[in-house]
T-cell receptor, first 116, second 112 residues
Framework: AQSVTQPDIHITVSEGASLELRCNYS??????LFWYVQSPGQGLQLLLK??????LVQGIKGFEAEFKRSQSSFNLRKPSVHWSDAAEYFC??????????????FGQGTTLQVKP | EAGVTQSPTHLIKTRGQQATLRCSPI?????VYWYQQALGLGLQFLLW???????NRGNFPPRFSGRQFPNYSSELNVNALELEDSALYLC???????????FGEGSRLTVL
Protein backbone atom coordinates (compact mmCIF):
# COMPACT_ATOMS: atom_id res chain seq x y z
CA ALA A 1 0.00 0.00 0.00
CA GLN A 2 1.08 3.52 -0.66
CA SER A 3 2.24 5.54 2.31
CA VAL A 4 4.21 8.62 3.25
CA THR A 5 6.32 9.05 6.36
CA GLN A 6 7.55 12.33 7.73
CA PRO A 7 9.84 11.28 10.59
CA ASP A 8 10.04 14.69 12.24
CA ILE A 9 6.82 15.89 13.85
CA HIS A 10 8.30 19.18 15.01
CA ILE A 11 11.45 21.07 13.96
CA THR A 12 12.83 24.34 15.30
CA VAL A 13 15.44 26.32 13.40
CA SER A 14 16.89 29.78 13.80
CA GLU A 15 16.05 32.45 11.26
CA GLY A 16 18.71 32.44 8.55
CA ALA A 17 19.69 28.83 9.16
CA SER A 18 19.27 26.11 6.58
CA LEU A 19 16.37 23.70 6.67
CA GLU A 20 15.77 20.12 5.61
CA LEU A 21 12.46 18.35 6.13
CA ARG A 22 12.47 14.61 5.57
CA CYS A 23 9.96 12.59 3.61
CA ASN A 24 9.98 8.89 2.78
CA TYR A 25 7.40 7.22 0.62
CA SER A 26 6.26 3.75 -0.22
CA UNK A 27 4.90 3.27 -3.71
CA UNK A 28 5.28 0.49 -6.25
CA UNK A 29 5.78 2.58 -9.35
CA UNK A 30 7.36 5.91 -10.23
CA UNK A 31 5.70 8.30 -7.83
CA UNK A 32 4.28 11.73 -8.28
CA LEU A 33 5.53 13.64 -5.24
CA PHE A 34 4.42 16.89 -3.70
CA TRP A 35 5.20 19.23 -0.85
CA TYR A 36 2.44 21.43 0.54
CA VAL A 37 2.58 24.12 3.22
CA GLN A 38 -0.22 25.06 5.58
CA SER A 39 -0.17 28.28 7.57
CA PRO A 40 -2.28 28.36 10.75
CA GLY A 41 -5.99 28.28 10.00
CA GLN A 42 -5.41 28.11 6.26
CA GLY A 43 -5.73 25.57 3.50
CA LEU A 44 -2.76 23.92 1.82
CA GLN A 45 -0.57 25.63 -0.73
CA LEU A 46 1.55 23.70 -3.21
CA LEU A 47 5.27 24.38 -2.78
CA LEU A 48 6.63 22.08 -5.46
CA LYS A 49 6.04 18.84 -7.28
CA UNK A 50 7.99 16.05 -8.95
CA UNK A 51 6.60 14.07 -11.84
CA UNK A 52 9.68 13.02 -13.83
CA UNK A 53 12.97 14.30 -15.19
CA UNK A 54 15.44 16.31 -13.14
CA UNK A 55 15.45 14.93 -9.62
CA LEU A 56 16.14 18.35 -8.09
CA VAL A 57 12.95 20.36 -8.16
CA GLN A 58 12.62 24.07 -7.51
CA GLY A 59 9.53 25.47 -5.90
CA ILE A 60 8.06 28.70 -4.63
CA LYS A 61 9.38 30.74 -1.73
CA GLY A 62 12.97 29.52 -2.28
CA PHE A 63 12.26 25.87 -1.51
CA GLU A 64 13.69 22.91 -3.37
CA ALA A 65 13.37 19.15 -3.03
CA GLU A 66 15.41 16.22 -4.27
CA PHE A 67 13.92 12.92 -5.38
CA LYS A 68 16.14 9.96 -4.49
CA ARG A 69 14.67 6.74 -5.80
CA SER A 70 17.27 4.54 -4.09
CA GLN A 71 16.28 5.97 -0.71
CA SER A 72 12.56 6.41 -1.46
CA SER A 73 12.94 9.96 -0.26
CA PHE A 74 11.83 13.42 -1.29
CA ASN A 75 13.36 15.80 1.23
CA LEU A 76 12.52 19.49 1.24
CA ARG A 77 15.28 22.05 1.67
CA LYS A 78 15.75 25.77 2.00
CA PRO A 79 19.16 27.43 2.37
CA SER A 80 18.02 30.27 4.63
CA VAL A 81 14.80 30.18 6.61
CA HIS A 82 12.65 33.27 7.16
CA TRP A 83 10.33 33.81 10.10
CA SER A 84 7.38 33.68 7.69
CA ASP A 85 8.26 30.06 6.86
CA ALA A 86 6.88 28.93 10.21
CA ALA A 87 4.03 26.61 9.24
CA GLU A 88 3.12 22.97 8.85
CA TYR A 89 4.61 21.10 5.91
CA PHE A 90 3.08 18.07 4.27
CA CYS A 91 4.68 15.63 1.89
CA UNK A 92 2.33 13.69 -0.38
CA UNK A 93 2.47 10.96 -2.98
CA UNK A 94 0.04 10.67 -5.86
CA UNK A 95 -1.52 7.23 -5.98
CA UNK A 96 -3.00 6.08 -9.24
CA UNK A 97 -6.31 4.29 -9.20
CA UNK A 98 -9.01 3.34 -11.63
CA UNK A 99 -10.22 5.58 -14.42
CA UNK A 100 -6.66 6.92 -14.81
CA UNK A 101 -7.15 9.25 -11.89
CA UNK A 102 -4.90 10.04 -9.02
CA UNK A 103 -5.44 10.80 -5.33
CA UNK A 104 -2.98 12.22 -2.85
CA UNK A 105 -1.80 10.37 0.23
CA PHE A 106 -0.30 12.68 2.81
CA GLY A 107 2.30 12.28 5.49
CA GLN A 108 1.48 13.30 9.05
CA GLY A 109 3.11 16.67 8.61
CA THR A 110 6.08 18.49 10.13
CA THR A 111 5.56 21.65 12.13
CA LEU A 112 8.32 24.18 11.58
CA GLN A 113 9.05 26.75 14.24
CA VAL A 114 11.47 29.58 13.46
CA LYS A 115 13.43 31.23 16.25
CA PRO A 116 14.39 34.90 15.87
CA GLU B 1 -9.47 33.26 -11.44
CA ALA B 2 -11.32 32.17 -8.33
CA GLY B 3 -9.77 29.44 -6.22
CA VAL B 4 -11.49 26.63 -4.39
CA THR B 5 -14.17 28.05 -2.14
CA GLN B 6 -15.65 26.34 0.89
CA SER B 7 -18.59 27.20 3.08
CA PRO B 8 -19.29 27.70 5.85
CA THR B 9 -15.96 28.77 7.32
CA HIS B 10 -17.02 27.68 10.77
CA LEU B 11 -19.85 25.47 11.93
CA ILE B 12 -20.87 24.53 15.45
CA LYS B 13 -23.17 21.57 16.02
CA THR B 14 -24.14 19.31 18.87
CA ARG B 15 -23.82 15.55 19.10
CA GLY B 16 -26.34 13.68 16.97
CA GLN B 17 -26.99 16.56 14.60
CA GLN B 18 -26.13 16.66 10.90
CA ALA B 19 -23.60 18.92 9.20
CA THR B 20 -23.41 19.90 5.55
CA LEU B 21 -20.27 21.41 4.08
CA ARG B 22 -19.96 22.79 0.59
CA CYS B 23 -17.18 23.17 -1.94
CA SER B 24 -16.94 24.97 -5.26
CA PRO B 25 -14.06 23.91 -7.49
CA ILE B 26 -11.76 25.92 -9.66
CA UNK B 27 -13.26 26.37 -13.11
CA UNK B 28 -12.37 23.39 -15.29
CA UNK B 29 -11.69 21.03 -12.41
CA UNK B 30 -13.90 17.97 -12.41
CA UNK B 31 -12.46 16.12 -9.41
CA VAL B 32 -13.32 17.03 -5.84
CA TYR B 33 -11.57 15.49 -2.85
CA TRP B 34 -12.52 15.81 0.79
CA TYR B 35 -10.01 15.46 3.59
CA GLN B 36 -10.45 15.54 7.34
CA GLN B 37 -7.75 17.22 9.40
CA ALA B 38 -8.32 16.44 13.05
CA LEU B 39 -5.91 17.65 15.70
CA GLY B 40 -2.80 15.50 15.71
CA LEU B 41 -4.02 13.16 12.97
CA GLY B 42 -2.77 14.82 9.80
CA LEU B 43 -4.86 14.80 6.66
CA GLN B 44 -7.10 11.79 6.30
CA PHE B 45 -8.64 11.08 2.91
CA LEU B 46 -12.43 11.03 3.08
CA LEU B 47 -14.05 11.02 -0.34
CA TRP B 48 -13.25 11.58 -3.98
CA UNK B 49 -15.77 12.61 -6.63
CA UNK B 50 -15.15 12.89 -10.32
CA UNK B 51 -17.65 13.62 -13.06
CA UNK B 52 -20.50 13.31 -10.61
CA UNK B 53 -19.57 9.89 -9.30
CA UNK B 54 -17.94 8.71 -6.10
CA UNK B 55 -14.61 7.24 -7.15
CA ASN B 56 -13.15 6.28 -3.83
CA ARG B 57 -13.68 6.70 -0.12
CA GLY B 58 -11.35 6.51 2.81
CA ASN B 59 -11.69 4.53 5.99
CA PHE B 60 -14.67 6.44 7.39
CA PRO B 61 -18.11 5.19 8.47
CA PRO B 62 -21.12 5.50 6.16
CA ARG B 63 -22.46 8.48 8.08
CA PHE B 64 -19.89 10.45 6.11
CA SER B 65 -21.35 10.91 2.66
CA GLY B 66 -21.50 13.40 -0.11
CA ARG B 67 -22.33 14.14 -3.66
CA GLN B 68 -21.13 16.07 -6.65
CA PHE B 69 -23.45 18.24 -8.68
CA PRO B 70 -23.52 18.76 -12.46
CA ASN B 71 -21.54 21.99 -12.06
CA TYR B 72 -18.86 19.91 -10.22
CA SER B 73 -19.47 21.55 -6.86
CA SER B 74 -19.75 19.16 -3.98
CA GLU B 75 -21.38 18.64 -0.60
CA LEU B 76 -20.07 16.66 2.32
CA ASN B 77 -22.67 15.44 4.78
CA VAL B 78 -21.90 14.12 8.22
CA ASN B 79 -24.81 12.49 10.01
CA ALA B 80 -25.18 11.60 13.68
CA LEU B 81 -22.31 13.85 14.66
CA GLU B 82 -19.86 12.65 17.28
CA LEU B 83 -17.41 14.68 19.30
CA GLU B 84 -14.46 13.22 17.40
CA ASP B 85 -15.85 14.61 14.15
CA SER B 86 -14.59 18.01 15.26
CA ALA B 87 -11.96 18.89 12.67
CA LEU B 88 -11.00 21.08 9.76
CA TYR B 89 -12.56 19.68 6.60
CA LEU B 90 -10.58 20.52 3.51
CA CYS B 91 -11.84 20.36 -0.02
CA UNK B 92 -9.39 20.06 -2.89
CA UNK B 93 -9.99 20.04 -6.60
CA UNK B 94 -8.03 18.96 -9.61
CA UNK B 95 -8.29 17.54 -13.06
CA UNK B 96 -7.55 14.01 -11.93
CA UNK B 97 -4.68 13.60 -14.34
CA UNK B 98 -1.61 14.32 -12.27
CA UNK B 99 -2.73 14.31 -8.68
CA UNK B 100 -1.91 17.98 -8.24
CA UNK B 101 -4.60 19.38 -6.01
CA UNK B 102 -5.66 22.87 -5.13
CA PHE B 103 -7.10 23.32 -1.67
CA GLY B 104 -9.72 25.55 -0.18
CA GLU B 105 -9.23 27.15 3.21
CA GLY B 106 -11.43 24.61 4.91
CA SER B 107 -14.54 24.44 7.03
CA ARG B 108 -13.96 24.07 10.74
CA LEU B 109 -16.59 21.87 12.32
CA THR B 110 -16.94 21.89 16.08
CA VAL B 111 -19.17 19.29 17.72
CA LEU B 112 -20.23 20.04 21.29
Amino acid sequence: AQSVTQPDIHITVSEGASLELRCNYSYGATPYLFWYVQSPGQGLQLLLKYFSGDTLVQGIKGFEAEFKRSQSSFNLRKPSVHWSDAAEYFCAVGAWGSSNTCKLIFGQGTTLQVKP
Amino acid sequence: EAGVTQSPTHLIKTRGQQATLRCSPISGHTSVYWYQQALGLGLQFLLWYDEGEERNRGNFPPRFSGRQFPNYSSELNVNALELEDSALYLCATGTGGTGELFFGEGSRLTVL
